[in-house]
């Protein structure tokens, strides 16, 4: 399996400001299924595993509001997607209201 696989999820999340497409629950349910299956992702550089992992486990936790959770799907996706150029690491577009 590829990162391809679980872009489109951390993007839904990432974009998930107001809470108004996913609840809170949703987002620890698609936070879990990518833990779930982070090890079977091939492509993603061994050095930002255990970071997108900690962005991951942070989006589970209760008592996140949405905007945050929004800003922790928003940086594991920039960890995603740096290994193929295109998203610069840390703060690159980072959500403005947060």
Known sequence: MNKSAIIPI?????????????????????AYGILF??????DIASQHREEIEAFLKML????????????LAHEALALVKKDDG?????????????
């Open 10 to 30: 951390l993007e839904r999340i990432s974009a998930n400001k107001d809470g108004n497409n996913l609840t809170h629950s949703k987002v620890r349910v698609l």
């Open 37 to 42: 299956i982070l090890d079977d992702i091939i």
């Open 60 to 71: 589970t936790k209760f008592g996140i509001p949405h905007h945050a959770r929004c800003y």
């Open 86 to 98: 295109t998203k610069k690491f840390m703060g690159s577009t980072s959500p403005t209201n947060f």
